[in-house]
């Protein structure tokens, strides 16, 4: 079992900036590939970004238009999602999951652990 708690959301004005953690307790987090999906009301989960065991290796959803950046510390079991140039459409609950998945796997029923999500608002 890998616990996953997410942190970092909440409301922000269009054009500003969050970052996103993903935390775990577990010494096996590190063996997994890691993902960040979004969900926002009536539409269905999307992958926003996806980094590899090592983070040597990551991958951004067709729809992320460059304004994200996911990194890794092996050390601390954490992975962030740094979103830039918030826009409104950008508002949605965002999970982290992790899974033995390929980088980038888009299929969210191929994870197995997810956390319990993170609120992001986006509005003036």
């Known amino acids: 079992q890998v616990q996953l708690v997410e942190s970092g959301g909440g409301l922000v004005q269009p054009g500003g900036s969050l970052r996103l953690s993903c935390a775990s307790s577990?010494?096996?987090?590190?063996?997994?590939?890691m993902a960040w999906f979004r969900q926002a009301p009536g539409k269905d989960r999307e992958l926003v970004a996806a980094?590899?065991?090592?983070?040597?290796?990551?991958y951004y959803g067709d729809s992320m238009n460059g304004r994200f950046t996911i990194s890794r510390d092996t050390n601390k079991n954490t992975v962030d999602l740094k979103i830039n140039s918030l826009e409104p459409d950008d508002t949605a609950v965002y999970y982290c999951?992790?899974?033995?998945?390929?980088?980038?796997?888009?299929?969210?029923?191929?994870?197995?652990?997810w956390g319990q999500g993170t609120q992001v608002t986006v509005s003036s």
């Open positions: 999951a992790v899974g033995l998945v390929a980088v980038g796997e888009e299929d969210a029923s191929r994870y197995k652990y």
């Open positions: 980094i590899s065991w090592s983070g040597s290796s990551q």
């Open positions: 577990e010494r096996t987090f590190n063996n997994y590939n």
